[in-house]
């Protein structure tokens, strides 16, 4: 049984850094990629960045390139996202996700999902 658990949401300022953590029990020699979404009220649930659980390549929404950086320590089974520059834009709840298929960016792909943490950027 796979489990996910993130940690490390909050309230920060415009401007502000967060990072999020998302630690992996179980089986997780199989996974491809592990990624990170965020969901916005009223909004679907949309893919962040993700990094290749081997190589560890990663890929990030347009929007949040050069501000995110992803990262995984394979020995702790923990990916990491690590926010700066937040705006209140970012707001949402987040979600650590594991995928065993090469479509990285695809929400409906992922088998196993964390129960997401929220964050919450001020003006």
């Known amino acids: 049984q796979v489990q996910l658990v993130e940690s490390g949401g909050g309230l920060v300022q415009a401007g502000g850094s967060l990072r999020l953590s998302c630690a992996a029990s179980?089986?997780?020699?199989?996974?491809?990629?592990m990624g990170w979404f965020r969901q916005a009220p009223g909004k679907e649930r949309e893919f962040v960045t993700a990094?290749?659980?081997?190589?560890?390549?990663?890929y990030y929404l347009g929007s949040v390139k050069g501000r995110f950086t992803i990262s995984r320590d394979n020995v702790k089974n923990t990916v990491y996202l690590q926010m700066n520059s937040l705006s209140p834009e970012d707001t949402a709840i987040y979600y650590c996700?594991?995928?065993?298929?090469?479509?990285?960016?695809?929400?409906?792909?992922?088998?196993?999902w964390g129960q997401g943490t929220q964050v919450t950027v001020s003006s």
């Open positions: 996700a594991a995928t065993q298929t090469l479509t990285y960016w695809n929400r409906d792909m992922y088998k196993y």
């Open positions: 179980g089986r997780t020699d199989n996974f491809y990629a």
């Open positions: 990094i290749t659980w081997s190589s560890g390549n990663t």
